[in-house]
Antibody
């Protein structure tokens, strides 16, 4: 059974940092690209970041809104992906979801974690 | 970025047929996917590649379209289908989502 579990959220002051973790099991982690997608309260979904697999040189990509402030990484030995979020702003307040995607341009986000809340407030 | 436009809300009666539309600002070929999200839950994949039913999803759900115009159809609608439905394209970078269509049952 595919399982995805995010941890590390919380309340942080503007300008602060957090490290979000996403632990996975039940599938061959090495085959998948991993993504973070966020959802501000009452709003829609926004793609945040992607890290590809070893075969794709662990390439990383970011939304323009977070580039330079967020860093995505993965540890294949732990089947885990991470999102270091820094220089946080009020508009970064959201539920952050971790999701997997098979490396294909027509592939969807087929499994999602339950999400972790990040609140940026003074 | 590719903008996906969805109508904000729909209200239908159980047993009826409902179509939810998603229009892309540029062609996404068949790289369109549909998700259902209920309050307090993560999104759930319903349709991938514009028209392929995800395993375990009831056959009441179907998808169609290519290029810029896509449709999610639920027929017949059941009370449990009350949710917000999002489209998402993976053809153009970056991945983008529609704002969602909230489906309410009368």
């Amino acid at each position: 059974e595919v399982q995805i579990l995010e941890t590390g959220g919380g309340l942080v002051k503007p300008g602060g940092s957090l490290r979000l973790s996403c632990a996975t099991s039940g599938f061959n982690f090495n085959d998948y690209f991993m993504h973070w997608v966020r959802q501000a309260p009452g709003n829609g979904l926004e793609w945040v970041a992607e890290v590809r697999n070893k075969n794709n040189n662990y390439a990383t990509y970011y939304a323009a809104s977070v580039k330079g402030r967020f860093t995505i990484s993965r540890d294949d030995s732990k089947s885990s992906v991470y999102l270091q979020v820094s220089s946080l702003r009020a508009e970064d307040t959201a539920i952050y979801y971790c999701s997997r995607l098979e490396g294909d341009i027509l592939a969807p986000f087929d499994y999602w974690g339950q999400g972790v809340m990040v609140t940026v407030s003074s | 970025d590719t903008v996906l436009t969805q109508s904000p809300a729909l209200a239908v009666s159980p047993g009826e047929r409902v179509t939810i539309s998603c229009r892309a600002s540029e062609s996404v070929s068949t790289g369109m996917h549909w998700y259902q999200q209920k309050p307090g839950q993560q999104p759930k994949l319903l349709i991938y590649g514009a028209s392929n039913l995800e395993s375990g999803v009831p056959a009441r759900f179907s998808g169609s379209g290519s290029g810029t115009d896509f449709t999610l159809t639920i027929d017949p609608v059941e009370a449990d289908d009350t949710a917000t439905y999002f489209c998402q394209q993976s053809w153009n970078d970056p991945n983008t989502f529609g704002a969602g269509t909230k489906l309410e049952l009368k």
